[in-house]
């Protein structure tokens, strides 16, 4: 347990913009003493925020200063890696890659990949649904949990599925992934194993105008093609990761597309070729084929690390998680374009184009109040853009304290109703993760805090 | 509310909201039990409307799409309102580029398809008798087939959700996009509710490119421990599949539409055999180019006995997705019982089958998707001695005794005379107090679909 203000600063931010200190931090080591720490919590009605790695990015893991938060981090080991059953038993504490890691060697991984899955937690990423690139093909993580143990906030422990896909009655498994914390503490994870590609390709596609690379993320979707990752990089991002990662991105264009396949090698090579017509198609200035896995890396490395090159550039930034159909992406990047240019401010574009799932980093001084007061604006216009459009607030990042004030402009009061007594129905009286996700309140928010760094290296082989 | 004036009132009632002509009293009975009011709003406004009149007035409301799963569940004490989301229909976007689809809950499936067919797309579901069932009915059953092995069930691409709760709320869950974490998942809460938590009154999906071509190999086995021995090779080998399904030796005589049904009702092979068959088989689906499918054929090499495409092709995995429903319309007696296991546990679950079965008077007959652990088993009964309402309960409860733990079995189909003899549902792996818990937070009063529901 920790309790002095400089153990808590360690814990008063976590990878998105807001910041607050909690009373205390408790660290959990097995299912018994979560359930204890949760009925203590609800007897004297003190707050528990549950946290894994701190990677989120929408404060979901901010706790007030009356409340603590309870740590996951220390419940971090692999139970059961169960191949015959294409299963691996986790508890919430383990790193999403190190998984992966320890069942590549059997000819499997653990399919959803955020970019910061070599430190977040499987706690974490069931707490958000995370996404990732490769979330296109296979799913994100509700699509990939088949069981759950969970501490419920007055203490009880409950299991919802198991090893098996499927139960009777209410699929109270895939309610619980992305409830973001407010409806129990997750304790024990039971995840499906996927079968690693017999062959894996990566292209790069790369466009004098953005339109045009926009254009071409609707075009290999109609194409009867599904790549397992669709990622696109605007000019400004390219230069920025070229920079610091030195990948051989052209620094010259005004957008790349990041295109992977995967599968058996004869499907692999057909849409590979498929793919690259379309992008010329569609006026692509060239097509590359990474040559072999070490240059495959690097494509994704620049293209992982891309937060943090934008780190270097700009102490403050702002990123944004919206999601549009598909065939609005030319029109939202165009918007985009002129909200930047009308506040003056440089935004960023690398995202998971084939799911629509826009990731505009907003750059600010965070000095200059103006420029602060823009960003906010600006990011406000590209929220009401891509809900004009009939898109999303957030996409895989999750509402937490972050998005919670733009709820009402997707949902009614009518929905979030609903959400709120089915919440009750768990968490009474609020006592976990209180005033997040479901609003009830306005906030504020600024930049801050390092991206938390890595733990965690992949292993050959693995698709990254 | 069973006299005829307060009849009067709730059908004035439900007039005044809907229309008189779409207020009607002739229902078709569910489990013996005949709706007493049938009501078709036009909107999920009209459906809030006559589902706060029913709250108000303590009326039990049964959801009703296309009238294809109403037998499952328990046998309801009452049915004050069957209400018919039929007039629920329409699409309400699509656009192909963006690889989504918004329907309302009381179109069919099958027309869902033919949309999506005209621009080369599909919703990767088959379950049976898509001509019939609506969208809202197979979101509320959860219902699958044989391409849950490759896209899973709807749960895994059903994006959005508008539904109507007991109070008469109209609310919504996700939206129309593919990817989106905004508010609770309550698509996954809706998705095999059974119509016990709101009337679904729209949902929204993925969709995906249709597969250009494919191709079906079958594969024969002289044991079960075979078939599955290579179900597993299969599975963990670079080739992927569509499908994957088991096929138990009396389950081929179900893989044809029922002519007419058995009388007496007993099971009685077609031809007559002297030997008991023995053969089981594993069917597989892989979709590619020639030279993809090439492969398939080169990899599998003599293990394949048959293989399929086209018309035939289409044939074949419509009725192993119709095999219930084969079987139902051959032997109205039959027990239906669907399982859910871990993977490695399909054997054991069938080798505890053949033994219940021998035990109970009952042959067995089994489909399912062999890698994913869902089974579809029917036990149909031998003309020796036709079964007492006892021997379905015992038999049932001897199976799900003789399960591998973290298994679940739930009876898909039974006489009514033996529904009220055992727990229909059975033990579910997930906490059945969170279910009750989440039942009663928005249907405080139980009036959706009142004693058929595990909760």
């Given at each position: 347990?920790?309790?002095?203000?400089?153990?808590?600063?360690?814990?008063?931010?976590?990878?998105g913009?807001?910041?607050?200190?909690?009373?205390?931090?408790?660290?959990?080591?097995?299912?018994?003493?979560?359930?204890?720490?949760?009925?203590?919590?609800?007897?004297?009605?003190?707050?528990?925020?549950?946290?894994?790695?701190?990677?989120?990015?929408?404060?979901?893991?901010?706790?007030?200063k009356?409340?603590?938060?309870?740590?996951?981090?220390?419940?971090?080991?692999?139970?059961?890696?169960d191949?015959?059953?294409?299963?691996?038993?986790?508890?919430?504490g383990?790193?999403?890659?190190?998984?992966?890691?320890?069942?590549?060697?059997?000819?499997?991984?653990?399919?959803?990949?955020p970019?910061?899955?070599?430190?977040?937690?499987?706690?974490?990423?069931?707490?958000?649904?995370?996404?990732?690139?490769h979330t296109?093909?296979?799913?994100?993580?509700?699509?990939?949990?088949?069981?759950?143990?969970?501490?419920l906030?007055?203490g009880?422990?409950?299991?919802?599925g198991?090893?098996?896909?499927?139960?009777?009655?209410?699929?109270l498994?895939?309610?619980?992934?992305g409830?973001?914390?407010?409806?129990?503490?997750?304790?024990?994870?039971t995840?499906?194993?996927?079968?690693?590609?017999?062959?894996?390709?990566?292209?790069?596609?790369?466009?004098?105008?953005?339109?045009?690379?926009a254009?071409?993320?609707?075009?290999?979707?109609?194409?009867?093609?599904?790549?397992?990752?669709?990622?696109?990089l605007?000019?400004?991002?390219?230069?920025?990761?070229?920079e610091?990662?030195?990948?051989?991105?052209?620094?010259?264009?005004?957008?790349?597309?990041?295109?992977?396949?995967?599968?058996?090698?004869?499907?692999?090579e057909?849409?590979?070729?498929?793919?690259?017509?379309?992008?010329?198609?569609?006026?692509?200035?060239?097509?590359?084929?990474?040559?072999?896995?070490k240059q495959?890396?690097?494509?994704?490395?620049g293209?992982?690390?891309?937060?943090?090159?934008?780190?270097?550039?700009?102490?403050?930034?702002?990123?944004?998680?919206?999601?549009?159909?598909?065939?609005?992406?030319p029109?939202?990047?165009?918007?985009?374009?002129?909200?930047?240019?009308?506040?003056?401010?440089?935004?960023g574009?690398?995202?998971?184009?084939?799911?629509?799932?826009?990731?505009?980093l907003?750059?600010?001084?965070?000095?200059?109040?103006?420029?602060?007061?823009?960003?906010?604006?600006?990011?406000k216009?590209?929220?009401?853009?891509?809900?004009?459009?009939?898109?999303s607030?957030?996409?895989?990042?999750?509402?937490?304290?972050?998005?919670m004030?733009?709820?009402?402009?997707?949902?009614?009061?009518?929905?979030?109703?609903?959400?709120?007594q089915?919440?009750?129905a768990?968490?009474?009286d609020?006592i976990?993760?209180?005033?997040?996700?479901?609003p009830?309140?306005?906030?504020?928010?600024?930049?801050?805090?390092?991206?938390?760094?890595?733990?965690?290296?992949?292993?050959?082989?693995?698709?990254? | 509310?069973?006299?005829?004036?307060?009849?009067?009132?709730?059908?004035?009632?439900?007039?005044s909201?809907?229309?008189?002509?779409?207020?009607?009293?002739?229902?078709?009975?569910?489990?013996?039990?005949?709706?007493?009011?049938v009501?078709?709003?036009?909107?999920?406004?009209?459906?809030?409307?006559?589902?706060?009149?029913?709250?108000?007035?303590?009326?039990?409301?049964?959801?009703?799409?296309?009238m294809?799963?109403?037998?499952?569940?328990?046998?309801?004490?009452?049915?004050?309102?069957?209400?018919?989301?039929t007039?629920?229909?329409?699409?309400?976007?699509?656009?192909?580029?963006?690889?989504?689809?918004?329907?309302?809950?009381?179109?069919?499936?099958?027309?869902?398809?033919?949309?999506?067919?005209e621009?080369?797309?599909?919703?990767?579901?088959?379950?049976a008798?898509?001509d019939?069932?609506?969208?809202?009915g197979c979101v509320?059953?959860?219902a699958?087939?044989?391409?849950?092995?490759?896209?899973g069930?709807?749960?895994?691409?059903?994006?959005?959700?508008?539904?109507?709760?007991?109070?008469g709320?109209?609310?919504?869950?996700g939206?129309?996009?593919?990817?989106?974490?905004?508010?609770?998942d309550?698509?996954k809460?809706?998705?095999?509710?059974?119509?016990t938590?709101?009337?679904?009154?729209?949902?929204?999906f993925?969709?995906?490119?249709?597969?250009?071509?494919?191709?079906?190999?079958?594969?024969?086995?002289?044991?079960?421990?075979?078939?599955?021995?290579?179900?597993?090779?299969?599975?963990?080998?670079?080739?992927?599949?569509?499908?994957?399904?088991?096929?138990?030796?009396?389950?081929?005589?179900?893989?044809?539409?029922?002519?007419?049904?058995?009388?007496?009702?007993?099971?009685?092979?077609?031809?007559?055999v002297?030997?008991?068959p023995?053969?089981?088989?594993?069917?597989?689906?892989?979709?590619g180019?020639?030279?993809?499918?090439?492969?398939?054929?080169?990899?599998?090499?003599?293990?394949?006995?048959?293989?399929?495409?086209?018309?035939?092709?289409?044939?074949?995995?419509?009725?192993?997705?119709?095999f219930?429903?084969?079987?139902?319309?051959?032997?109205?007696?039959?027990?239906?019982v669907y399982?859910?296991?871990?993977?490695?546990?399909?054997?054991?679950?069938?080798?505890?089958?053949e033994?219940?079965?021998?035990?109970?008077?009952?042959?067995?007959a089994?489909?399912?998707?062999?890698?994913?652990?869902?089974?579809?088993?029917?036990?149909?009964?031998?003309?020796?001695?036709?079964?007492?309402?006892?021997?379905?309960?015992?038999?049932?409860?001897?199976?799900?005794?003789?399960?591998?733990?973290?298994?679940?079995?739930?009876?898909?189909?039974?006489p009514?005379?033996?529904?009220?003899?055992?727990?229909?549902?059975?033990?579910?792996?997930?906490?059945?107090?969170?279910?009750?818990?989440?039942?009663?937070?928005?249907?405080?009063?139980?009036?959706?679909?009142?004693?058929?529901?595990?909760?």
């Amino acid at each position: 347990m920790l309790d002095k203000p400089e153990e808590l600063m360690m814990y008063e931010y976590d990878a998105g913009v807001d910041k607050s200190r909690p009373g205390a931090v408790v660290f959990a080591q097995n299912t018994g003493q979560v359930a204890q720490i949760m009925t203590l919590a609800t007897k004297h009605k003190i707050p528990v925020v549950p946290r894994g790695a701190g990677t989120g990015l929408s404060g979901g893991a901010i706790a007030k200063k009356e409340a603590i938060v309870l740590s996951l981090a220390r419940m971090n080991k692999i139970l059961d890696i169960d191949i015959p059953n294409q299963r691996a038993v986790v508890q919430p504490g383990v790193v999403n890659l190190e998984l992966s890691n320890a069942t590549a060697k059997h000819g499997y991984y653990y399919a959803p990949d955020p970019s910061s899955q070599k430190a977040c937690t499987i706690g974490g990423n069931v707490a958000e649904n995370s996404g990732g690139p490769h979330t296109l093909a296979l799913g994100v993580t509700v699509n990939h949990v088949t069981g759950l143990e969970v501490v419920l906030p007055d203490g009880r422990v409950v299991r919802f599925g198991g090893k098996a896909q499927e139960t009777t009655g209410l699929d109270l498994t895939g309610f619980f992934v992305g409830s973001e914390g407010t409806m129990g503490i997750v304790t024990e994870v039971t995840v499906k194993l996927t079968k690693l590609p017999e062959h894996v390709t990566t292209l790069l596609g790369i466009y004098n105008s953005v339109q045009d690379a926009a254009n071409t993320v609707v075009a290999i979707t109609q194409s009867g093609v599904t790549p397992a990752a669709l990622e696109m990089l605007d000019g400004w991002m390219l230069r920025c990761v070229e920079e610091n990662v030195h990948a051989g991105y052209p620094t010259d264009a005004a957008a790349v597309l990041l295109i992977e396949l995967e599968g058996m090698t004869e499907v692999v090579e057909e849409a590979a070729e498929a793919v690259a017509a379309v992008c010329m198609q569609q006026n692509a200035r060239e097509v590359r084929r990474a040559r072999d896995e070490k240059q495959r890396q690097l494509l994704w490395l620049g293209r992982k690390t891309a937060f943090g090159a934008v780190g270097r550039v700009s102490p403050s930034y702002y990123t944004q998680d919206g999601v549009i159909p598909r065939t609005k992406v030319p029109a939202t990047l165009a918007e985009i374009d002129r909200i930047s240019k009308f506040y003056g401010l440089i935004i960023g574009n690398v995202f998971h184009a084939g799911d629509g799932n826009l990731h505009p980093l907003i750059l600010f001084d965070a000095r200059d109040p103006v420029q602060k007061e823009n960003s906010k604006k600006a990011a406000k216009e590209i929220m009401a853009c891509c809900l004009k459009y009939g898109g999303s607030i957030t996409g895989e990042h999750g509402v937490g304290l972050e998005k919670m004030n733009l709820m009402p402009s997707m949902f009614t009061e009518e929905d979030l109703t609903v959400m709120i007594q089915l919440r009750n129905a768990y968490n009474p009286d609020s006592i976990l993760n209180p005033q997040k996700m479901i609003p009830e309140l306005h906030y504020c928010r600024e930049i801050s805090g390092p991206l938390p760094t890595a733990k965690v290296e992949p292993v050959a082989g693995l698709p990254v | 509310m069973s006299t005829l004036a307060a009849s009067e009132t709730i059908v004035r009632e439900l007039g005044s909201i809907v229309g008189e002509r779409n207020v009607t009293l002739d229902a078709l009975a569910i489990n013996g039990v005949t709706p007493t009011h049938v009501v078709a709003p036009a909107s999920a406004e009209e459906c809030a409307q006559v589902l706060a009149f029913a709250n108000n007035s303590n009326l039990v409301v049964a959801p009703a799409g296309g009238m294809t799963k109403q037998d499952i569940g328990g046998v309801p004490e009452r049915i004050d309102i069957l209400l018919s989301t039929t007039r629920l229909c329409g699409i309400e976007h699509y656009d192909p580029g963006d690889l989504t689809i918004g329907v309302n809950a009381g179109m069919t499936f099958g027309e869902v398809q033919r949309t999506l067919g005209e621009h080369l797309q599909w919703l990767p579901y088959d379950a049976a008798n898509l001509d019939h069932a609506t969208v809202g009915g197979c979101v509320a059953t959860g219902a699958t087939g044989p391409l849950k092995h490759a896209f899973g069930g709807l749960r895994d691409f059903c994006i959005g959700v508008q539904f109507v709760t007991a109070d008469g709320k109209v609310a919504k869950g996700g939206g129309r996009v593919v990817k989106n974490v905004a508010g609770y998942d309550l698509m996954k809460l809706m998705n095999g509710s059974f119509g016990t938590l709101a009337v679904i009154t729209r949902a929204a999906f993925k969709v995906f490119p249709r597969p250009r071509q494919t191709r079906s190999f079958i594969c024969k086995f002289k044991s079960l421990d075979e078939a599955l021995q290579f179900r597993t090779k299969m599975f963990q080998s670079p080739l992927t599949f569509l499908s994957m399904e088991l096929i138990s030796p009396q389950g081929p005589e179900y893989l044809s539409e029922a002519r007419e049904p058995n009388d007496p009702d007993h099971y009685a092979p077609s031809a007559p055999v002297s030997l008991k068959p023995t053969t089981w088989q594993v069917a597989l689906r892989a979709t590619g180019s020639d030279n993809v499918l090439a492969r398939y054929q080169r990899d599998l090499g003599s293990v394949v006995t048959l293989q399929l495409d086209g018309a035939d092709e289409e044939r074949f995995w419509k009725n192993v997705a119709c095999f219930e429903q084969n079987v139902l319309g051959r032997h109205r007696n039959a027990l239906v019982v669907y399982t859910h296991l871990a993977i490695q546990n399909v054997g054991p679950a069938l080798h505890a089958l053949e033994r219940v079965a021998t035990d109970y008077n009952f042959i067995p007959a089994v489909v399912g998707r062999a890698a994913t652990g869902n089974l579809v088993i029917a036990l149909l009964p031998l003309s020796v001695d036709p079964p007492s309402a006892m021997q379905y309960a015992n038999c049932v409860s001897a199976y799900r005794g003789m399960l591998p733990q973290g298994s679940s079995a739930e009876v898909a189909h039974c006489p009514v005379e033996a529904k009220g003899h055992f727990d229909i549902w059975g033990t579910s792996t997930s906490d059945i107090t969170m279910m009750r818990a989440v039942k009663n937070a928005i249907d405080p009063k139980n009036i959706l679909n009142r004693g058929r529901f595990i909760i």
